[in-house]
């Protein structure tokens, strides 16, 4: 397919869904399982028996696989935990692929092997998403808190390779790895891939806040790979080059909370339970599929994210470069117990951009 039909496509496609607010897209949660034990993982504190055994089980899979079809979901993001841990990955990746859901899986690619790998070449994914934060077995096991995972990280990537598969390689850059970068930059390059370092931590989904203690400084990210552009966000939080105009009283402040395509209306959000979530950093309001349609739970979704406003003096409320800053509901939720707080980090990261931007 040329790259260009296919941009055409996906634009009108996502386009029509924002007007008809029917969702196209699917962040689906297999599970919290995974190999690994990074330091900085927001789910980690989820990756235990007693959260795992609860599930969906490879029938209910299926089933919201049907549902979300019949809702027109197009993109499926298979996401977790490592989804290939699941010992079923197989059965309902190829009942997707036979549905003709064009899929992407985020992975760490310890848990690749062969027969995965071989069936995947006959019939490909969209992209395989792998996140790799080192190329040395010290840097990377001293991350992952696992022994052995750097190898097996390492041959999983060589078997998406071997068998010619769709791979991207992001970096999530912390205070460990940040040594490291150029030569996790070459390892990249080196298969013909881009750099993808991103910066952005945030604390555990119990609100432990150890990775927000793992983040480089606000300086070391702007200067990440020697570029000082704007930075991607994994949230596609849209952000201005400008900041916005500074508020006075002829202007009305506005109040609305999310900055962020959560409201959109062509994305769902679904966790390793079945319900309907807003994103990965909130997990509430929940609205289970086996008890409400996609309509009913994106409906109920919306009405709540589009009906938020600030209730709170926030600081973020009439902040001047909130369209600059980084934080947002979810992360703010997380770390601080509250969507309308600020935090610190993202302020001081905010600031600097601006500085760098009037220079
Ligand atoms: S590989 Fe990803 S999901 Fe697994 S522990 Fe690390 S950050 Fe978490
Ligand atoms: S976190 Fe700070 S910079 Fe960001 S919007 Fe809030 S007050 Fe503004
Ligand atoms: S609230 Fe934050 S974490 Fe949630 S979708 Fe928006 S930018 Fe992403």
């Known amino acids: 397919m040329k790259e260009l039909q296919y941009r055409t496509f996906s634009l009108k496609t996502h386009k029509k869904n924002w007007r008809i607010k029917k969702p196209n897209v699917c962040q689906f ?200 552009q704007p930075l991607d966000n994994d949230c596609q939080l849209s952000l201005n080059t400008e900041p916005q105009k500074p508020i006075t009283e002829n202007r009305t402040p506005n109040s609305r909370l ?11 959000h679904i966790d390793p339970y079945g319900n309907v979530i807003p994103c990965n950093c909130i997990r509430g309001p929940k609205i289970n599929l086996f008890e409400k349609s996609i309509e009913e739970a994106q409906k109920s979704i919306l009405n709540w994210v589009r009906s938020r406003r600030f209730i709170t003096d926030s600081k973020c409320k009439n902040c001047s470069i909130r369209d600059l800053c980084y934080n947002c509901p979810g992360k703010a939720l997380l770390e601080t117990g509250s969507l309308e707080e600020p935090v610190e980090w993202f302020c001081e990261l905010a600031k600097k951009t601006v500085k760098l931007a009037n220079c």
């Not at 034990?37 to 969906?56: P, T, V």
Request: net charge neutral; glycine share 8%; aromatic share 10%.
């Open 29 to 228: 949660e297999l599970t919290f399982k995974c190999g690994l034990h990074c330091r900085h993982c927001y789910s980690d504190c989820y990756n235990k028996q007693e959260y795992i055994k609860g599930e969906l089980s490879t029938g209910q899979v299926k089933f919201l696989l049907d549902k979300i079809y019949n809702a027109g979901v197009i993109w499926l993001c298979w996401t977790g935990g490592d989804p290939l841990t699941r010992p079923d990955f197989l059965e309902f990746y190829s009942y997707a692929k036979d549905k003709g859901f064009i899929i992407t899986i985020f992975t760490n690619g310890c848990s690749m092997t062969e027969e995965i790998a071989g069936y995947l070449k006959k019939q490909p994914p969209f992209v395989i998403e792998i996140t790799l934060n080192a190329v040395t077995k010290e840097t990377y096991e001293e991350i992952s808190r696992v022994k052995g995972s750097f190898e097996k990280a390492m041959d999983g990537i060589k078997l998406i390779t071997q068998n010619k598969l769709p791979l991207k390689i992001k970096t999530q850059v912390i205070k460990d790895n940040l040594e490291e970068l150029p030569k996790i930059k070459e390892f990249v390059e080196n298969l013909g891939l881009s750099f993808r370092p991103s910066a952005f931590l945030h604390a555990r989904l119990n609100g432990d806040l150890r990775p927000c203690s793992l983040r480089i400084s606000p300086e070391e990210i702007l200067n990440l790979d020697g570029n000082k």
């Open 258 to 268: 999310f900055p962020c395509a959560i409201g959109g209306g062509d994305g769902i």
